[in-house]
């Protein structure tokens, strides 16, 4: 059974600063990975998708790399900003169409 | 271009009653998903379907749960009799095909009271 672990659970950082998720997962044979943001009572927000075949995945201030043989995915902030604290979430899926195995995600939080 | 619409995006009920939670996919997505957050735990997979057929319901609560898609309209979950273990953020997803990243509703938030 897929299981995904989010490091750390919170976090707490000064504008500007750059910093970095950790996700990973037990079995490494998946076919995608996908990273989320999700603000408080709202939806979620596709941010990178990395499919098996690639290393990383890049979108702004925002860059995401995948390890599959270790079972690790990163995620990347560039120079953050207050508006980028939110939860970010971190979902393997593991063959084409199949559900999507989240973890308990990183609440992140960035003071001005 | 409208993303995946969820409705109502806010729903109270009684327990024993009813719930119906609608979800529209964006235009071109064949494939929804249903997930559930219940509070302070992450989200988890309740239910896989395509058009008329359901693909993958291994999340779902054996009873009380039930889901469909139909030929046309919306996608519907069902809970009767809804119990206050119930409350929840239910989340619908779709995508194109399995081979793309999925597109995530605002979500329903259901409370039973």
């Known amino acids: 059974k897929q299981e995904v672990t989010q490091i750390p659970a919170a976090l707490s950082v000064p504008e500007g600063e750059n910093l970095v998720l950790n996700c990973s997962f037990t079995d490494s044979a998946i076919y995608n990975l996908q990273w989320f943001r999700q603000d408080p009572g709202k939806g979620l927000t596709s941010l990178l998708l990395?499919?098996?075949?690639?290393r990383e995945q890049t979108s702004g201030r925002l860059n995401a790399s995948l390890d599959k043989s270790s079972g690790r995915s990163t995620l990347y902030i560039a120079a953050s900003q207050p508006g980028d604290s939110a939860t970010y979430l971190c979902a393997v899926m593991e063959t084409s169409g199949s559900r999507l195995t989240f973890g308990e995600g990183t609440q992140l939080t960035v003071n001005p | 271009n409208a993303g995946v619409m969820q409705n109502p995006r806010h729903l109270v009920r009684r327990r024993g009653q009813e719930a119906r939670l609608r979800c529209s996919p964006m235009?071109?997505?064949?494939?929804v998903y249903w997930y559930r957050q219940l509070p302070e735990e992450g989200l988890k997979f309740m239910v896989y379907l395509q058009k008329e057929n359901i693909i993958d319901e291994s999340g779902m609560p054996k009873e009380r749960f039930s889901a469909e898609f139909p030929k046309e309209g919306p996608s519907i979950l069902r809970i009767q009799q809804v119990v206050r273990g119930d409350s929840a953020a239910y989340f619908c997803?779709?995508?194109?095909?399995?081979?793309?990243?999925?597109?995530f509703g605002s979500g329903t938030r259901l409370t039973v009271v």
């Open positions: 997803a779709s995508s194109r095909t399995g081979d793309y990243g999925y597109t």
């Open positions: 235009k071109g997505h064949s494939h």
């Open positions: 990395i499919q098996s075949s690639q």
